[in-house]
């Protein structure tokens, strides 16, 4: 636990040199030997030498009296303790003295001298305040999320909570809790919530107030103490498979999965579409009914509460950012949970179904790849061949044409079964989270995407435990080149486009190209698959026969 950093209003620090003068100066110098007065010459030089003497033991016995005894070596923070003798007391009291050392770094520090971040993440801890706590976290580039404690309630008429007891001096704050803050044009289409702090003198419905602000204020669900509500958005971009996930379900992981399910979720833009599409999942991340903030014109009453969520990055995350250590693979063992209806751990293969927990790819039916297609843009032209490359290979390809009204449990059943995906860059690609560790994903990404694809899919299915190949389009294979011409700029350095903004590059590189695979190279790639696969079937041979001699023994 970080220590707190305390603020003292102290006079500017003395250089160490000044302070220290008075120890490290020479003793003065006797005055020159001067000729006596008269003859008797003897007494007057011995006087001349005995009074400097006698004013240099004064001098020494005055300073050894001043300096302390603890003061063997004289450093910086003695000269402070010397110099600001008013200042002792306060500075005892927030830096004890060093017996007491331990004692201090475990101390409890106060809701003032702590990051948002902290109560965030529940690293603060929780439960009851003597005084409202309310701060916001403003310095992740993709989210911006506000933390409430003391008697927080919802004002649906205005899109605003009220904190009663709030802080003194604490000002309204203002919050559009959606993921993806670095876009200023998705950004507002958002719906923006006000926090307005109420401070503990300024009332309840009391007198003075105007009699039907007192009931508005009232509350009609008071939610049980400990229990406390998480705020977002299923606004922006919420209908691509890509950004459900990585700006919505997997941040709403990291924010709520440490309540263990003691957790409200409090809905902007609600879609009832979308609880039907991810309630097997919501269901594993909260035990309470889904608030629409919008419509549910109550008051609801919380005793804490999380207004935005954090993220980590794309469809990642990070077990050093999570209080318990959870990872992606957590994530996935949850959706097994959701979709399968069967109980998994993250470790070691999340999504494996009993029939298919370990296939030997030597004596076990040819290996089966989910070949994922699209039908408006970077649709593969010569998806026959593609397939009969794969059947060449030793596989046993499926072709699967995805709508938005395909059921994920479907997705989910196909993929936990298989052993290898093949996906042009696009949403779909982010089915690959359904399928096992050991597995793997083969991109094929369009001329212009080499960026997005690696960083939307590729780092994350291999933090996923997944074999992750890529197949680069050429610019002869792109439909591009018949449409610019092959030497053209578009075509031969997609940088000057992408420079231009996501939107131009989007309209070029996703919406208006397909692609002609080289069956070739495309082939190379099939076998380092099948060899992967291989090798990672006899690594699992090799487990099963020890566990199968350590059950023998």
Known sequence: MQQPQQHHHHKPKPSLSGSLSWIRRSPPPSPPHRKPWGAGGGRGRYACRAVPLLVLTVYSLFTVLRIPSSSLVVNTADSERVDRREDVEAFKTHLPSNQNGLEARQETRSPASLPCSAFISGEAGGGPAKEGVLCCDRSHYRSDVCYLRGDART???TSSVLLYNAPRGAAPEKVRPYTRKFEESIMRS??????VPVPADAGNGTAGEDPRDSLRRRCDVRHPPGVPAVVF??????????????DGLIPLFVTAERFGGEVVFVVLEYHYWWLGRYGAILERLTNYKIIDFRYDRRVHCFSEMIVGL????ELVVDPKLMPNGKSIKDFQALLHQGYSGKPSAPLPLPLATPARPCVDHAKAAKPKMLIFIRKQNRVILNLPHVVTACRRAGFAPHVMNLRRQTPLPVIHAALASADAMVAVHGAAVTHFLFMRPGTVLLQIVPVGLDWAAESFYGKPAQQLGLEYLEYRVAPEESSLAAEYGLNSTVVQDPSV???????EMKKVYMDRQNVTVSIKRFGELLRAAKLHLKKNATACGGKAAGASHAAVR
């Open 190 to 195: 958002i719906d923006e919530v006000t926090i």
């Open 497 to 503: 486009i992408s420079s231009q903004g996501w939107w």
């Open 233 to 246: 958005s299923t606004g922006g971009y919420t209908g691509n498979v890509y950004h459900e996930f990585s």
């Open 310 to 313: 954090r993220i980590h990055g």
């Open 155 to 157: 004002d649906p008429s």
